[in-house]
C-alpha cells in the first residue's frame, strides 16, 4: 500500500523539500501543503512545493493518507490538536522532528484517535524558510522512524517504502535511543557550534572584523550549523533536555581533561588524543556520509586545482 | 628586491603547496627543498614539489636567500639550529608555524646570526603529509606575519610580496596579538572539535557504528579538523597554551551559561543567542572566506539539483 495524497504541515526546509521530493520520486501521489505564514504559502506556492497549497490545514489534510508535521518541535502539538477532526480517520500520521520521545508524546495527545509513526529523516542544511528545500535533500540520508508499540505494520511498511522512495534509507528505533543518538551527533554538535561562535563575538581583544578574517583557520567550520533557524534549535534543546545534558557533561569532563593536558604541558595525552579521532572521519567518508574532497570540497580557493596536482 | 632562491625545510601540506606555488606564481625563482622523513624526500621528488629536493638541509639551504621552516611548531628550534652555519648570512629566515610567539623566540635563538621574520598563512585542510599540498592552497587566504621590532623593512617588503604573488593576502600585526587571534578562529575549533569526537567514540549507550551512521546531523562537521595532523595540533597547543587557555574558558562559561538556560527550559534565552550567530555566518561569506552554497557544496547527495530547485 502506498499514499496518494500526503499533506505537509509547515512549510520551510523539511516541509518543502518533501513536497518537491513527492513530485520528483512519486509522481502518482498528490501533495498538499500549508504553513501558518501566508507569506511562506504565498512563496510556497511560486516555488510550486505543492500540487496545492492551502489556505487552511483543515483543507490540506481532509483527503490526506498522510500527513507529515514539519514544524519546530515546540509547534508539534499546537499544530496538531485542531486537526484531530479534519484529518481522516484512517490517515497515518508522522512527523520530521528532531527529538523524537516529547514529539511522539505531544503529537500522540494531540491527536488521540490517530495512528501517529514519528520520523526524522537526518538531513538538513544551515538554511530554512520555503526557499530552502530542494528534492535530492533526503538522497544517501539516514531516516530514523520510531514506532509506538505495538505498531500496525502495514502503515510502518508503508511510511518506511515512502522515505526509501524519496531516496532516503530508513532505520527503526526506539524514541528514547533515537533521542540519545542524536543529541550527540547533532544536538551536541549544534549548542557547541553556537556557543563558539557566540564566544567568538563577545570578546575585547579580539575584533569581530578579526574573527570573520581569519575563520579559514577552523572557525568557518562551526558558523555553518550555527546558522540553523534558531525556533527550531531552541525546541530541540528545550525537547531533549535529558539526553543533551547528559552528552554535555560527558563533553565537557572530556574538554577539562584536555584542559588539563595543555595546562601541565602533556604532549604525550594530546598527541593520543587527536591521533585516534582521525579513524573516525576515515569510516564516515567510507560510509559515504561525507564529501571525500580536502575541506568539504569548498569552492573559495581553486579547488579543481587540487586534483591536479594531486598524485 | 624578489628572492631568486627559495630552500622550504618541511615538505607535508604547507612545505609543498609553497613549493608548487613557486613554481607556478614565480616561475624566475628555483627552490630546493627537504624533509627529515626519507620516504616524504622520495615522495617530494615524484611529486615535484620543489626543483630539487636534497638529501640534506644544508645542502637544500646553501644557497637561498628565503628560508621557510614548514615544520610542526615544537620542530622549529631543532630543524633551524643545526643550520645557524649554512644558511647564507644575508638569507632572511621564515616559517608558517600556527603559533608565533614561541615559534618567533625558538627560532631567534636557534640563528641568532639571522633576520626571522615569521609568518603564518591562515590555509590548510585536513590532510597532511608530501600528498596533501597543491599550488592554490593560499589563494585568497591571510597571510599574517608578525615582524620583530625593528626590522629590515625591504626585507619585510619582500616576504610580503612573495605571499602576495602565491595568492595571499599579507596581514602584519605582533605575535601576541596573532596568538590571541589565532587561539579563537582555529586553535579553540580544534581543540573543541578533537574533544567532541573523542566524546563521541567513548560511549557506551551509542555505538560508534551508529556516530558515523548518523553523523549528517552535525557531527561530521566537527570530525573534518578533527582528522588534522596530531603532531602539529599537539605542538600548536603547547606552544600558544596561554591564549588557547584563556579563550577555553570564556567558551567554557557560555557553554555553562547555555547549559544552565537548557537545564531551566529558558527558551528566551537560547533563541536569543541562536538568533545572533547567524549574522556572523553572513560576514563571513560576503567577505569571501567561506563557499556561499548550502553545506559548503558538499556534493555527497545531488548537489546540482539544489540550484535547480531553488528561485
Same mark, same amino acid.
Given at each position: 500500500?502506498?499514499?496518494? *495524497? ?17 513530485? *520528483? ?194 572557525? =568557518?567550520?562551526?558558523? $555553518? ?8 534549535? =531552541? ?33 604525550? *595525552? ?35 586545482? $587540487? ?5
Amino acid at each position: 500500500m502506498s499514499f496518494t *495524497q500526503v499533506a505537509i504541515i509547515g512549510l520551510g526546509l523539511q516541509g518543502g523539500s518533501i513536497g518537491l521530493a513527492i513530485q *520528483q520520486y512519486l509522481p502518482e501521489a498528490r501533495v498538499t501543503g500549508y504553513d501558518l505564514d501566508p507569506a511562506t504559502r504565498a512563496r510556497a506556492t511560486e516555488r510550486g512545493l505543492c500540487h496545492t497549497v492551502s489556505e487552511s490545514a483543515e483543507d490540506a489534510v481532509a483527503s490526506a493518507d498522510l500527513v507529515i508535521f514539519c514544524v519546530p518541535p515546540g509547534a508539534m502539538g499546537a499544530a496538531a490538536a485542531p486537526l484531530r477532526d479534519a484529518i481522516p480517520a484512517h490517515c497515518l500520521v508522522s512527523d520530521v522532528g528532531s527529538s523524537k520521545k516529547a514529539i511522539s508524546a505531544a503529537l500522540a495527545e494531540a491527536l488521540p484517535d490517530h495512528l501517529v509513526i514519528p520520523a526524522h529523516p537526518v538531513a538538513g542544511t544551515e538554511n530554512s524558510g520555503p526557499d530552502a528545500g530542494f528534492a535530492s535533500l533526503f538522497r544517501n540520508r539516514w531516516c530514523i522512524v520510531t514506532p509506538p508499540e505495538p505498531c500496525d505494520l502495514l502503515k510502518l511498511t508503508s511510511l518506511v517504502h515512502f522515505w526509501e522512495a524519496l531516496g532516503a534509507n530508513v532505520e527503526i528505533m526506539s524514541a528514547e535511543h533515537h533521542d540519545l543518538v542524536l543529541a550527540v551527533t547533532s544536538h551536541l554538535p549544534h549548542l557547541i557550534a553556537y556557543t563558539i561562535v557566540g564566544t567568538a563575538s563577545d570578546l575585547e581583544d579580539v575584533t569581530q572584523g578579526e574573527v570573520i578574517k581569519y575563520s579559514a583557520g577552523g572557525f =568557518r567550520d562551526f558558523t $555553518r550549523i550555527a546558522a540553523s533557524d534558531p525556533t527550531m534549535w =531552541r525546541d530541540v534543546f528545550l525537547s531533549n533536555k535529558d539526553a543533551v545534558l547528559t552528552m554535555l557533561q560527558r563533553f565537557t569532563e572530556d574538554l577539562t581533561a584536555l584542559q588539563r593536558a595543555i595546562r601541565v604541558g602533556d604532549g604525550e *595525552q594530546l598527541f593520543d588524543h587527536f591521533a585516534r579521532t582521525r579513524a573516525i572521519r576515515r569510516s564516515i567518508i567510507e560510509e559515504g556520509q561525507d564529501d571525500s574532497r580536502p575541506d568539504f570540497g569548498r569552492s573559495d580557493h581553486d579547488g579543481a586545482a $587540487r586534483g591536479k596536482t594531486k598524485g
